[in-house]
């Protein structure tokens, strides 16, 4: 009873299973909020989560380090914080204009073979940071370039001109096999049924199948896809 009051409760000087406890409760509650935080893109965190993320921490750490901070005033302050991130990241999310404000807007470095010297310097890119991140992209000639936009993210986005576009299937009337992702068969041994009767297969088809390549039992099989394309493909299990 009196670890359990420790652990809510203000206490001069932590014991070891209180320290434990009030660390692993920590952990949980900061993955649980990071687990239901509103999902952005990689990249795309804005100074608002910066200085949520920083409070966050501060927060969960504050505890740990001095016994005499009250546990339940943290969780509080927690639950708070994540409330008012989550208002504002939707309001974002309704509202252009404060989405614009949260994230700014995506900025012109190079426009026509020019580079925007001012936007380089509002933003600390320098010549050489602009050459490097364009060899990044796979775009090393600023000849070629139409457009390089500095994204909210930070990231590069490079638009090259119609004469320097490498030539499509499309152009040349070239057919074009559909594309996809391959759906995963078998994953450690079990046959994901659900994904093998989307695609109107059966286990007798799949079982023919690897036998064709010596694999006897659906249990020795690590991996098996199938591409839109029909192609399968399989990994056995390693013998150690």
């Known amino acids: 009873m009196d670890q359990f009051v420790e652990l809510f409760k203000s206490a001069k000087h932590l014991s070891n299973t209180g320290f434990a406890v009030r660390s692993i409760v ?3 509650l900061i993955y649980l909020m990071s687990k239901f935080l509103m999902k952005r893109a990689a990249g795309q965190f804005t100074a608002f989560d910066f200085v949520f993320l920083w409070m966050l921490g501060a927060l969960a750490v504050a ?10 005033t943290t969780i509080i302050a927690t639950a708070t914080l994540y409330y008012w991130h989550f208002f504002i990241s939707w309001l974002a999310v309704r509202s252009r204009f404060w989405s614009r404000f949260m994230t700014r807007k995506p900025v012109i470095l190079v426009e026509k073979g020019i580079i925007h010297e001012q936007n ?12 490097s991140e364009m060899r990044l992209a ?7 370039v139409e457009q390089v936009i500095l994204e909210t993210s930070g990231h590069l986005s490079i638009v090259k001109k119609n004469e320097h576009l490498p030539p499509t299937p499309t152009e040349f009337q070239i057919p074009v096999p559909p594309g996809g992702l391959p759906t995963i ?3 450690r041994g079990k046959v994901l049924r659900d994904n093998l009767y989307s695609l109107n297969l059966s286990e007798e088809w799949l079982e023919n199948q690897l036998f064709k390549y010596g694999v006897m039992h659906f249990k020795d099989v690590y991996l098996a896809t199938i591409s839109p394309q029909g192609e399968l493909y399989y990994s056995v299990m390693s013998s150690s």
Do not use: H
């Open 26 to 28: 920590s952990m949980v």
């Open 63 to 72: 505890p740990l380090l001095d016994g005499k901070i009250l546990f339940t």
């Open 120 to 131: 380089m310097r509002r933003f600390f890119f320098n010549n050489d940071l602009l050459l």
């Open 138 to 144: 796979d775009s090393s000639d600023l000849a070629e």
């Open 185 to 187: 068969l078998i994953n």
